[in-house]
């Protein structure tokens, strides 16, 4: 049981530091100055911000089904498949649900 945890507590550090490195990118690419960029690179930088707005979405789900297993978090209502869009295309996401703890 106590290792079942320790895996539970090493995914969730691992998660995130990819939501932090995810975050960076994020900010990285909004705060550059666009001044003197061509409207394809304007849309290239935007399209890669909806791109990591959406992969922050899919960790903070993912985050948030491992704290409902190590009892962080209380477990959501409903686990209701989500649609996500990049600007150009939508993608249908079903958040993980929590595994049931056992006690």
């Known amino acids: ?3 079942v945890d320790i895996e539970k507590i090493d995914r969730m550090i691992s998660a995130l530091k990819g939501v ?5 990118k994020y900010h990285d690419i909004r705060d550059k100055s666009t001044d003197g960029f061509s409207p394809k690179q304007n849309g290239k ?6 791109f990591r707005a959406m992969t922050l979405i899919k960790w903070s789900h ?3 089904a491992l704290a409902v ?3 962080l978090a209380d477990k959501r209502e409903s686990y209701d498949e989500v649609i996500l869009s ?3 295309r939508e993608f249908k996401y079903k958040p993980r ?3 049931p703890t056992c006690k």
């Open 1 to 3: 049981m106590l290792r």
């Open 20 to 24: 932090r490195r995810e975050l960076k």
């Open 45 to 50: 930088r935007k399209a890669d911000l909806d």
């Open 62 to 64: 993912d985050l948030h």
């Open 69 to 71: 297993e190590l009892e």
């Open 86 to 88: 990049d600007g150009w």
């Open 97 to 99: 649900e929590p595994f």
